[in-house]
């Protein structure tokens, strides 16, 4: 069985927390859109958040209809009902930013008005630290799927969210049994979460450059969402700073968000973006 090894993300200590945290929401954000697509890998697709390896596209942080996430489509939806249905997902599990073009050809056939792309935990989260993606081939399928965005659909609007902080997974696994055990037996983010429990140099050394390059991501992240122009908005790595707990990992891989855990990465990346 393959497992796909997409982002990641698990968050605590309450929605206050995260509201502070978070930068401003855009004064020329417009009215609400009327059609919306996600963008990204297994994250966006809800993965395990509500059965055993498999997609649960209605819990999806962002184009999901599950009322107890509370997604950005439902946000939106209560404020303008002409997006009902329009709700596309056009992740995938198991992307990385290579894959981005392509999803953003899917958007732009969509003719959506909104976006939301989170991609790149895949990027740095792979079988060994040195078959992580490069700095410089990240950023030029960012570049190439955001050109296609901006060609595509001029008038969209566009919410780049950071990754999340991979290192804060080990930090909160390492000394859960269930954690090593399945992190180990699936071969899960092996470029940062073999040896869990080892405090040698070596290991040391190599979490901090694998968390590193997902912090050099999500400068690239933003740097291509800057260039774009001002229909495109990063979070300020609000999803990037947010702690996590253990809790809101799936206990089925201990790796993607469960339900709770989509339900406040919803809530901190659209404040932190157009926040209609």
Request: charged share 15%.
């Amino acid at each position: 069985m393959r497992l796909v090894r997409p982002g990641l993300l698990a968050l605590t200590m309450g929605v206050a927390t995260a509201l502070m945290s978070t930068t401003p929401a855009f004064a020329a954000a417009g009215p609400p859109p009327n059609s919306m697509a996600s963008m990204g890998d297994s994250i966006s697709r809800g993965f395990n958040a509500c059965g055993w390896y498999v997609d649960c596209t209605s819990r999806s942080f962002s184009t999901g209809d599950d009322s107890g996430v509370n997604t950005h489509y439902l946000r939106i939806r209560a404020k303008n009902s002409a997006i009902s249905g329009s709700n596309y997902n056009d992740a995938k599990s198991g992307a990385k930013a290579a894959d981005m073009p392509g999803q953003a050809d899917s958007a732009v056939s969509q003719r959506v008005q909104y976006v939301t792309m989170l991609i790149g935990a895949n990027d740095a989260c792979t079988r060994s630290e040195s078959t992580m993606t490069s700095i410089g081939g990240f950023r030029s399928s960012i570049d190439t799927a955001l050109g296609k965005l901006k060609a595509g659909l001029p008038s969209a609007r566009v919410l780049v969210i950071s990754i999340p902080d991979v290192k804060r997974l080990w930090a909160a696994g390492k000394d859960n049994s269930s954690a090593r055990n399945t992190w180990g037996l699936f071969g899960i983010c092996q470029s940062l979460l073999a040896n869990p429990t080892s405090t040698a140099a070596a290991d040391a050394a190599r979490r901090d450059r694998v968390r590193q390059r997902v912090v050099d991501f999500n400068t690239q992240l933003a740097q291509a969402c800057a260039g774009y122009g001002s229909n495109c908005a990063f979070d300020d790595n609000a999803v990037f700073k947010y702690p996590f707990a253990l809790s809101q990992v799936s206990t089925w891989d201990y790796f993607h968000p469960n339900a709770s855990g989509q339900t406040v990465l919803a809530q901190i990346s659209y404040t932190a973006g157009f926040n209609w």
